[in-house]
């Protein structure tokens, strides 16, 4: 969906350095989502928001913060990163009627 | 706290026939919403097909059906006719009307397997 974006796509880091992923987009939706996907486990939500400065914790919250100063922007922060957080990152939308969640095309983080 | 159990881990299915993936879920509740996503190689989630619990009609979208159990809490996908690049991994979720933020709750997820 041309209207989701995720940056950066691809990211190496090492444990213990801070990371920010970003997500962006232009449909004007109130409901942003992060999740993360593990094999087995599908996809967990981390935090989410559902506007600007009202966010919630997920499942699998710990070891992340989220901040959305303006509505088209929701940024998840992995303020010490570690191994265990290695994994790909989904960011979504909803909104509309129907408040069917939209995805991004993900970021794969490798922590080493 | 609801689940969503997806009991086949990978299928495989000849091209031009049909394959039922299996979903069941647990709820307490009556009135939710339930979807299949597909995870095609690009990894783009892609929103294949939704059903609202109050509804007893089966959800169908082409060649993608639905068989919908409420009193069983199943949520089977068929895919009929199957094509080359139906070849992905197909995800299970479960959104509560209840509970706030209108969140997912996925399966862990069905590899399908496309053979020509």
């Known amino acids: 969906d041309a209207g989701i974006t995720q940056s950066p796509r691809h990211k190496v880091t090492e444990t213990g350095t801070p990371v920010t992923l970003r997500c962006h987009q232009t449909e004007n939706h109130r409901y942003m989502y992060w999740y993360r996907q593990d094999p087995g486990h599908g996809l967990r939500l981390i935090h989410y928001?559902?506007?600007?400065?009202?966010?919630d914790k997920g499942e699998v919250s710990d070891g992340y913060s989220v901040s959305r100063s303006k509505t088209e922007d929701f940024l998840l922060t992995l303020e010490s990163a570690t191994s265990s957080q290695t994994s790909v990152y989904f960011c979504?939308?909803?909104?509309?009627?129907?408040?069917?969640?939209?995805f991004g095309p993900g970021t794969r983080l490798t922590v080493t | 706290a609801q689940t969503v159990t997806q009991s086949q881990p990978e299928m495989s299915v000849q091209e031009a026939e049909t394959v039922t993936l299996s979903c069941t879920y647990d709820t307490s509740e009556s009135d939710y919403y339930l979807f299949w996503y597909k995870q095609p190689p690009s990894r783009q989630m892609i929103l294949v097909i939704r059903q609202e619990a109050y509804k007893q009609q089966n959800a169908t979208e082409n060649r993608f059906s639905v068989n919908f159990q409420k009193a069983a809490k199943s949520f089977s996908l068929k895919i009929s006719d199957s094509q080359l690049g139906d070849a992905a991994m197909y995800f299970c979720?479960?959104?509560?009307?209840?509970?706030?933020?209108?969140?997912?709750?996925f399966g862990a997820g069905t590899i399908l397997r496309v053979k020509s």
């Open positions: 979504a939308l909803a909104g509309g009627s129907t408040y069917e969640q939209y």
């Open positions: 979720a479960y959104r509560s009307t209840l509970e706030y933020g209108n969140k997912l709750v």
């Open positions: 928001s559902y506007g600007v400065k009202d966010t």
